[in-house]
């Protein structure tokens, strides 16, 4: 069975800086699909990135990147430029190709300090 | 685009009561739509997956006589939580699948049995 594990469960840092939140997964397939989900307090859960195994070139939205490691099976998620509107709690999420579930980790709480 | 919606967003009810929560996927259609639950600062629990015009698929240990799944359509499906009891009291959040891979979130509907 896949499992997915955030190893920091919480993690704090001031506005504008730099942060990256670590998630590793157990798979022995080849083709699945990574997500990254942030849940902020009103808990809608929102999609920040999606990333394809077969893809080698690593997933970009505006100050979210994910840094994809297939061999490592590592799938880290960096924020640049921090904004207090990315206070959230945020969860890594795997999928196989055709299976249909997430498997979601456990969860990072994220805090932006002013 | 993939927007999700779900009614109620909360629900205070009397032990022993139904209640009915909508997941609506308002700008596309969805085959497979999931229903999960969320304790406090813990991460997403799936119940069951459910694809249109069949019966649904309950994880181990969710009871499918106390929650009721119905996918009518490619854009509604619903959860019927049966004789609500308090330990029924919880978060319960529904996710619509777009193309067999993304999942997108409704807001969520608390429920609160008294």
């Known amino acids: 069975a896949q499992t997915v594990t955030q190893s920091q469960p919480e993690m704090s840092v001031q506005e504008a800086e730099t942060v990256t939140l670590s998630c590793t997964y157990d798979?022995?397939?080849?083709?699945?699909?990574l997500f990254w989900y942030k849940q902020p307090p009103s808990r809608q859960m929102i999609l920040v990135i999606r990333?394809?195994?077969?893809?080698?070139q690593n997933a970009t939205e505006n100050r979210f990147s994910v840094n994809f490691q297939k061999a490592a099976k590592s799938f880290s998620l960096k924020i640049s430029d921090s904004q207090l509107g990315d206070t959230a709690m945020y969860f890594c999420?795997?999928?196989?190709?055709?299976?249909?579930?997430?498997?979601f980790g456990q969860g990072t709480r994220l805090t932006i300090n002013p | 685009g993939a927007v999700v919606s779900q009614h109620p967003s909360w629900v205070i009810c009397k032990s022993g009561t139904s209640v009915k929560i909508e997941c609506r996927s308002l700008?596309?259609?969805?085959?497979?739509m999931f229903w999960y639950r969320q304790f406090p600062k813990q991460s997403l629990m799936l119940m069951a997956t459910?694809?249109?015009?069949?019966?649904?698929?309950?994880e181990q240990g969710v009871e499918k006589d106390k929650f009721l799944i119905n996918h009518a359509s490619l854009t509604l499906s619903t959860l019927t939580v049966t004789s609500a009891h308090p330990e029924d009291s919880s978060f319960y959040i529904c996710?619509?699948?777009?193309?067999?891979?993304?999942?997108?979130f409704g807001p969520g509907t608390r429920l609160l049995v008294l």
């Open positions: 798979t022995s397939e080849n083709n699945y699909y």
């Open positions: 459910s694809n249109e015009g069949s019966k649904a698929t309950y």
């Open positions: 999420a795997f999928m196989n190709q055709g299976a249909q579930k997430l498997v």
């Open positions: 990333q394809e195994a077969y893809k080698q």
């Open positions: 996710s619509a699948q777009l193309a067999g891979e993304t999942q997108y």
């Open positions: 700008d596309f259609q969805a085959t497979t």
